[in-house]
């Protein structure tokens, strides 16, 4: 298997920009999830996929964050309008699905700077 | 209060040294618990998994939970300059049920093993 990967790696942008973050998952790996990791802290959870289903969205997630993931392959994180307060680690994971597992793995993340 | 506690250190020790990691968590619906091991600026990498109850061995590492104690911990014998990095204790319910399997997060221990 391939892991996870993330595009891009690094992005700084200015306050009010959008800015858009891809995620593929290993392959035929039907569970995906977002979280956020900021300096110092251990990762949070933001949404989750199960194939292209958005089936949980945390309170973390604000009207400016949206998800996607077509066709359940690839998933995208928009962040309209950013915000200093956005700055942080976005990582990807993903993991099989198989009943009774919970193995998750994760990309290398993608650094966002708000300026 | 938070769900998942982990002392963040730092914490140092020379190289050969055991090194004790540790959680304790409050949730008693966490059934998957897991530690990873992140380098600076990159991803969680998936370290130990285990599931309920139990100890588990592979290589220089060994994980242990305590459910009835809410207390899992990792040990890692032979430390290695290598090994120096921020390791993340995470756990999550039934990956089938309404959480979907996401992940709650220790904050982190930092470990540095010197030569």
């Known amino acids: 298997d391939t892991g996870v990967s993330q595009n891009p790696r690094h992005k700084i942008t200015k306050r009010g920009q959008n800015v858009t973050f891809r995620c593929d998952p290993i392959?035929?790996?039907?569970?995906l999830y977002w979280y956020r990791q900021t300096l110092g802290q251990g990762p949070e959870f933001l949404t989750y996929?199960?194939?292209?289903?958005?089936?949980?969205k945390s309170r973390l997630l604000s009207d400016r964050f949206s998800a996607e993931r077509p066709k359940g392959s690839f998933s995208t994180l928009e962040i309209q309008r950013t915000e200093q307060g956005d700055s942080a680690m976005y990582l990807c994971?993903?993991?099989?699905?198989?009943?009774?597992?919970?193995?998750?793995?994760f990309g290398p993340g993608t650094r966002l700077t708000v300026t | 209060q938070k769900e998942v506690e982990q002392d963040p250190g730092p914490l140092s020790v020379p190289e050969g040294a055991i090194v004790s990691l540790n959680c304790t968590y409050s949730?008693?619906?966490?059934?998957?618990f897991m530690w990873y091991r992140q380098y600076s600026r990159k991803g969680p990498e998936l370290l130990m998994y285990?599931?309920?109850?139990g100890n588990k061995e592979d290589g220089r590492f060994t994980a242990q939970v305590d459910k009835s104690s809410k207390y899992i911990s990792l040990f890692i014998r032979d430390s290695q300059p290598s090994d120096s990095a921020t390791y993340l204790c995470?756990?999550?319910?039934?990956?089938?049920?309404?959480?979907?399997?996401?992940?709650?997060f220790g904050q982190g221990t930092i470990l540095t093993v010197h030569p």
């Open positions: 994971a993903s993991s099989r699905g198989t009943a009774g597992t919970n193995e998750q793995y």
């Open positions: 392959s035929e790996h039907n569970r």
């Open positions: 996929f199960q194939n292209e289903a958005q089936l949980e």
């Open positions: 949730n008693s619906a966490f059934q998957y």
């Open positions: 285990t599931y309920s109850s």
């Open positions: 995470a756990m999550s319910d039934n990956a089938g049920g309404t959480s979907y399997g996401k992940l709650t």
